[in-house]
């Protein structure tokens, strides 16, 4: 069973940024499809930035020209850096993994638990 473990939340104010990582504990990290997710109280879940195998990207457009998803494969891990912040970006991020290339779809097979990104104005 693959595991998820993110890190990098915190709290900032408007305009300033943060960088999540995502460690995966396969060794196969390379041949799966990363992603992040976000949830904010009371909304569903919705995807933030998808990375493909090759390294192809997708981004929702809440997020283009302000986050980038990027990745290490030598270090099994997936990152998101997130720069000019808002409020509104304000949730819960989830790392996301699957053999199959689901994009920003909510339909990932494995998850992490989650780390807590608040942005005050």
């Known amino acids: 069973q693959v595991q998820l473990v993110e890190s990098g939340g915190g709290s900032v104010q408007t305009g300033g940024s943060l960088r999540l990582s995502c460690v995966v504990s396969d060794y196969t990290y390379s041949t799966y499809y990363m992603a992040w997710f976000r949830q904010a109280p009371g909304k569903e879940r919705e995807g933030v930035a998808a990375?493909?195998?090759?390294?192809?990207?997708t981004y929702a457009d809440s997020v283009k020209g302000r986050f980038t998803i990027s990745q290490d494969n030598a270090k099994n891990t997936l990152y998101l850096q997130m720069n000019s912040l808002k409020p509104e970006d304000t949730a819960m991020y989830y790392c996301a993994a699957d053999r199959a290339n689901r994009v920003l779809l909510d339909r990932y097979n494995y998850w992490g638990q989650g780390t807590q990104v608040t942005v005050s104005s």
């Open positions: 990375m493909e195998r090759f390294g192809g990207t």
